[in-house]
Structures are given as structure tokens and as C-alpha cells.
């Protein structure tokens, strides 16, 4: 049998949050955000639950590739642009809308032959200060892109730093509008956090300075997979957003301790009274964050409790004494859903690691395996038919 720890994607849960990014959108059209592997869910086994979404939006050639060798016709945007000049033919050969950041990018676009003019969508830096043309040069990057035979549309793209904050997002949108109100091109803004907090409606668009962000296209990431992108001021069911993907092991042994026992690598937790502790298969080889302290909650057979001790390389000990019947196999949940619906949110577990959602998805180790739940009940099935047959 392998170690008992498993990943699962929940592709309808995938689908559930695209529609909650959607309709908090007003109907913008949605980049589906699947970069770094989809969050490390893995490209293919989002594939499902994202399609309905209205492009792919990832930053490597070879994810584009993936997305084009699953079948997907429609658009799909680079989020940085190209790297170098030989890119542009697999944009041109893949039909990959990209972005153009800096005047490299131009002089690139400038050089390259072909006859099939490319979609791009050009980036103002209205404040980030990461990627793309400073306000006061945005307006001659355009002019001087609109001249080239090798562009065709040019859409008008920013990204925003605090939208999942209190200093928001109107003040990078009055630049980026103040630059940007004549000039023809789609608009595409907004990250999860943006889409969530920030979207208005376009029918009251005009009625005001302040009512939010109008956008054609949005870009969400992080809420496709159930995280909140501002934990937490909200949580992910606040918006009504489901986990994506749940980490889950088993329990591979128990240990009964006595006051001041302690448990693990430094002892340093110490038994206040008699304890049942339980072993789990999953540490920091596993992406469990080795720095989640005690008290990180888990759920074991679904019910909520706590990890103690420091977190090994491929275990982590939990605190069993609200649950005396659990032992030896019981399922103990990481992040994500329990087998008797419970939730675990994974921004919680983060918040204790000092980190984001975002992190421990992309972090989850390469030796566990990862199954999609609708395969995953196949499985069981599989399994339990098999058993019944040898009985
Ligand atoms: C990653 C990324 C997004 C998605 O951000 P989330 O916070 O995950 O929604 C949107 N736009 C750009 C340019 C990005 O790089």
C-alpha cells in the first residue's frame, strides 16, 4: 500500500468558483489564472472544472502548450509577455494573446515576420511598480504598437496592489482612467480580490467617480481554488467559494502520554495533563509547512483539533483528546473538505504558517499524489467491489 496521503481536486467546486467570479464580474468575460501549474493543482486536472471560463491566463510557453494539447481552442494570455524575440513564433503559432510590458517587448514585436498580426495587451504600471509602462509613457507605447503591421488589437491592462486591502483600488484606477478614457482596446484590471471587492456594474458605470471597476475581462486566481483572497476579513464561504483541492492523510499511529511528556523533535510540546496523541502521514516533505506551530487546526474524522509539536519531515502529531474513538487509519485533513463535509479552510492553516493560500497550493511536494475526486470515487469503488468479490 503507499503511504497513506493523497491530494484531491474538486472539480465542482472549480466550477462553482469560476460562477461566483463570473456573476461578482457582472458578466466581464474571465481569465481563468491556471499559472504556476493552476496554483499547483496541475493544469490538466483543472482543465475540467475551469473550461467554461472565457480564456487562460498562465506566464510559460509550455503551459500555453498544455492548455492547446487539452483541447482548448479559445484565447489564451500570456500575463508577462514574451522572454525573447524566438517567442513570438510560438505565439504565432499557438494563437497566445500576450502582454507588452516594457519597450523590449515593442522592439521584439517590431522585428518579428509575420503575417498574422497578434493581440496584445498593454501593461501600465498605475502604481505596482513590478511590470509595464509608467502612466506618462503608456499613451506613445501605444502609438507606437498601433503603427505596427504585426499587432492587431491592443487591449489596456493593469494590475493592483492592495485590492485585497484598505488602501483599495481607486487610486490606481483614476491613473490608469485619467490616461486611458480615449483610447480604443478592452480593459482587463482585476485580480480575485479586485473581482470580489471592487467590480461594478457596468449599467451604473458613468454615475460617478468611486462606484468601483468596469472591466471587459477579469483575471481571478486564487478565488477559482477557494482561497479568500483577503482572509481574514473574509473568509472563503463568505464568498462563496469552495475548496478546490483538500489535502488529506491518515492517522499511523497513536501515542498515550503522560503530564509533562513531550512530543517531538526539540520537545517542545509539553503534555499539560494525560494526552492521546496521534501520528499523521504528512510533513514538511509533503508541503506542510514546517513552521505551522502548535495549535494549527486539523480535522480528524472531520472534527476540528489542533496539531502539537514541531512538524517533521513526513509526519506531524495532532491532539486526539476531543476524539476518543479516533485512531489507527482515521482520516485527518489538512486543508480542504472531510469525508463528512466538514471544512477546513486552507487560508486558516496558512495564517498559522505566516503565509498565504496561494503559498501552500503551489507548495504541495511532488511525492503526493493528487487525484480528482470524481477518480478518487471510482477508486473506493473499485476498491470496495474488489473486497466484496474476495469475501
Ligand atoms: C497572478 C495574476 C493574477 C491573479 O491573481 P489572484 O490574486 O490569484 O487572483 C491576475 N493578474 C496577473 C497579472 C497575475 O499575475
Same mark, same amino acid.
Given at each position: 500500500?503507499?503511504?497513506?496521503?493523497?491530494?484531491?481536486?474538486?472539480?465542482?467546486?472549480?466550477?462553482?468558483?469560476?460562477?461566483?467570479?463570473?456573476?461578482?464580474?457582472?458578466?466581464?468575460?474571465?481569465?481563468?489564472?491556471?499559472?504556476?501549474?493552476?496554483?499547483?493543482?496541475?493544469?490538466?486536472?483543472?482543465?475540467?472544472?475551469?473550461?467554461?471560463?472565457?480564456?487562460?491566463?498562465?506566464?510559460?510557453?509550455?503551459?500555453?502548450?498544455?492548455?492547446?494539447?487539452?483541447?482548448?481552442?479559445? @484565447?489564451?494570455?500570456?500575463?508577462?509577455?514574451?522572454?525573447?524575440?524566438?517567442?513570438?513564433?510560438?505565439?504565432?503559432?499557438?494563437?497566445?494573446?500576450?502582454?507588452?510590458?516594457?519597450?523590449?517587448?515593442?522592439?521584439?514585436?517590431?522585428?518579428?515576420?509575420?503575417?498574422?498580426?497578434?493581440?496584445?495587451?498593454?501593461?501600465?504600471?498605475?502604481?505596482?511598480?513590478?511590470?509595464?509602462?509608467?502612466?506618462?509613457?503608456?499613451?506613445?507605447?501605444?502609438?507606437? *504598437?498601433?503603427?505596427?503591421?504585426?499587432?492587431?488589437?491592443?487591449? *489596456?491592462?493593469?494590475?493592483?496592489?492592495?485590492?485585497?486591502?484598505?488602501?483599495?483600488?481607486?487610486?490606481?484606477?483614476?491613473?490608469?482612467?485619467?490616461?486611458?478614457?480615449?483610447?480604443?482596446?478592452?480593459?482587463?484590471?482585476?485580480?480575485?480580490?479586485?473581482?470580489?471587492?471592487?467590480?461594478?456594474? @457596468?449599467?451604473?458605470?458613468?454615475?460617478?467617480?468611486?462606484?468601483?471597476?468596469?472591466?471587459?475581462?477579469?483575471?481571478?486566481?486564487?478565488?477559482?481554488?477557494?482561497?479568500?483572497?483577503?482572509? @481574514?476579513?473574509?473568509?472563503?464561504?463568505?464568498?462563496?467559494?469552495?475548496?478546490?483541492?483538500?489535502?488529506?492523510?491518515?492517522?499511523?499511529?497513536?501515542?498515550?502520554?503522560?503530564?509533562?511528556?513531550?512530543?517531538?523533535?526539540?520537545?517542545?510540546?509539553?503534555?499539560?495533563? @494525560?494526552?492521546?496523541?496521534?501520528?499523521?502521514?504528512?510533513?514538511?516533505?509533503?508541503?506542510?509547512?514546517?513552521?505551522?506551530?502548535?495549535?494549527?487546526?486539523?480535522?480528524?474524522?472531520?472534527?476540528?483539533?489542533?496539531?502539537?509539536?514541531?512538524?517533521?519531515?513526513?509526519?506531524?502529531?495532532?491532539?486526539?483528546?476531543?476524539?476518543?474513538?479516533?485512531?489507527?487509519?482515521?482520516?485527518?485533513?489538512?486543508?480542504?473538505?472531510?469525508?463528512?463535509?466538514?471544512?477546513?479552510?486552507?487560508?486558516?492553516?496558512?495564517?498559522?504558517?505566516?503565509?498565504?493560500?496561494?503559498?501552500?497550493?503551489?507548495? *504541495?511536494?511532488?511525492?503526493?499524489?493528487?487525484?480528482?475526486?470524481?477518480?478518487?470515487?471510482?477508486?473506493?469503488?473499485?476498491?470496495?467491489?474488489?473486497?466484496?468479490?474476495?469475501?
Amino acid at each position: 500500500m503507499p503511504r497513506p496521503i493523497l491530494a484531491t481536486i474538486h472539480t465542482q467546486a472549480l466550477r462553482n468558483n469560476l460562477a461566483q467570479a463570473r456573476q461578482r464580474a457582472f458578466d466581464a468575460r474571465v481569465w481563468a489564472v491556471v499559472k504556476a501549474n493552476a496554483y499547483g493543482h496541475g493544469i490538466e486536472r483543472v482543465f475540467e472544472g475551469l473550461r467554461g471560463a472565457d480564456g487562460f491566463a498562465l506566464l510559460d510557453l509550455n503551459e500555453a502548450q498544455r492548455v492547446r494539447d487539452l483541447g482548448w481552442r479559445g @484565447p489564451i494570455l500570456l500575463l508577462e509577455g514574451v522572454f525573447e524575440l524566438r517567442d513570438l513564433e510560438l505565439c504565432s503559432r499557438l494563437d497566445l494573446w500576450h502582454t507588452v510590458h516594457c519597450d523590449a517587448q515593442i522592439d521584439m514585436l517590431a522585428a518579428h515576420k509575420t503575417n498574422l498580426p497578434q493581440r496584445v495587451f498593454l501593461k501600465m504600471n498605475s502604481g505596482m511598480n513590478r511590470l509595464g509602462f509608467a502612466p506618462e509613457r503608456y499613451r506613445s507605447a501605444w502609438t507606437r *504598437l498601433n503603427a505596427l503591421p504585426q499587432v492587431d488589437e491592443i487591449s *489596456l491592462m493593469t494590475h493592483f496592489s492592495d485590492a485585497d486591502g484598505p488602501a483599495g483600488v481607486a487610486a490606481q484606477v483614476e491613473v490608469f482612467d485619467s490616461v486611458t478614457h480615449d483610447l480604443p482596446g478592452e480593459r482587463s484590471l482585476s485580480n480575485s480580490a479586485a473581482t470580489l471587492r471592487h467590480s461594478a456594474d @457596468p449599467a451604473q458605470a458613468g454615475a460617478g467617480s468611486g462606484v468601483g471597476v468596469v472591466s471587459d475581462w477579469v483575471r481571478p486566481g486564487i478565488a477559482l481554488y477557494g482561497s479568500a483572497p483577503d482572509f @481574514p476579513g473574509h473568509r472563503a464561504a463568505d464568498w462563496g467559494l469552495q475548496p478546490g483541492m483538500t489535502l488529506a492523510a491518515k492517522m499511523i499511529a497513536t501515542q498515550s502520554i503522560s503530564t509533562r511528556a513531550s512530543v517531538g523533535y526539540g520537545s517542545s510540546f509539553v503534555a499539560p495533563g @494525560p494526552m492521546q496523541i496521534g501520528v499523521v502521514a504528512c510533513g514538511y516533505a509533503d508541503g506542510y509547512p514546517r513552521i505551522c506551530p502548535t495549535g494549527t487546526p486539523v480535522l480528524v474524522d472531520g472534527v476540528r483539533t489542533r496539531t502539537v509539536g514541531r512538524v517533521s519531515m513526513d509526519m506531524v502529531t495532532v491532539d486526539l483528546t476531543p476524539l476518543p474513538q479516533a485512531g489507527l487509519g482515521s482520516e485527518v485533513t489538512l486543508w480542504g473538505r472531510a469525508a463528512n463535509g466538514a471544512v477546513l479552510d486552507i487560508d486558516e492553516v496558512a495564517a498559522c504558517a505566516q503565509t498565504v493560500g496561494y503559498e501552500l497550493m503551489c507548495g *504541495l511536494a511532488s511525492r503526493v499524489p493528487v487525484v480528482l475526486e470524481e477518480q478518487r470515487d471510482t477508486v473506493h469503488a473499485h476498491n470496495a467491489r474488489e473486497k466484496s468479490k474476495n469475501l
